[in-house]
């Protein structure tokens, strides 16, 4: 239970951010450049926050940064995909 508190503040500041994007989505929805951005700026913001959060539990190595990487740029495609739909 010690463990669940401890992460808890990581975890809230990882959901504000997908929220966040989110929101942005649903307010500008024709907006395409901004929706790119924002996808960006998440994909980029959730590796940061991974490598921050295992800095600090200290067992960040090339392999979880190379992991977070990784399911960013999936993400981003996905998301751009669906952005980018004919």
């Known amino acids: 239970m010690?463990?669940?508190l401890r992460?808890?503040?990581h975890y809230v500041i990882l959901?504000?951010?997908f929220v966040t994007a989110i929101a942005i989505f649903m307010f500008f929805p024709n907006d395409?450049?901004?929706q790119v951005a924002v996808a960006s700026a998440t994909a980029i913001s959730?590796?940061?926050?991974?490598?921050v959060h295992h800095m600090l539990h200290e067992d960040l190595y090339p392999?979880?940064?190379i992991e977070y990487t990784l399911i960013a740029i999936l993400g981003l495609v996905v998301v751009l995909s669906l952005i980018f739909r004919v």
């Not at 959730?46 to 490598?51: A, F, L, N, Q, T």
């Open 2 to 4: 010690k463990r669940i």
């Open 7 to 9: 992460d808890l503040p």
């Open 15 to 17: 959901f504000s951010i």
């Open 32 to 34: 395409r450049i901004l």
């Open 46 to 51: 959730y590796v940061i926050w991974g490598v």
């Open 63 to 65: 392999e979880v940064v």
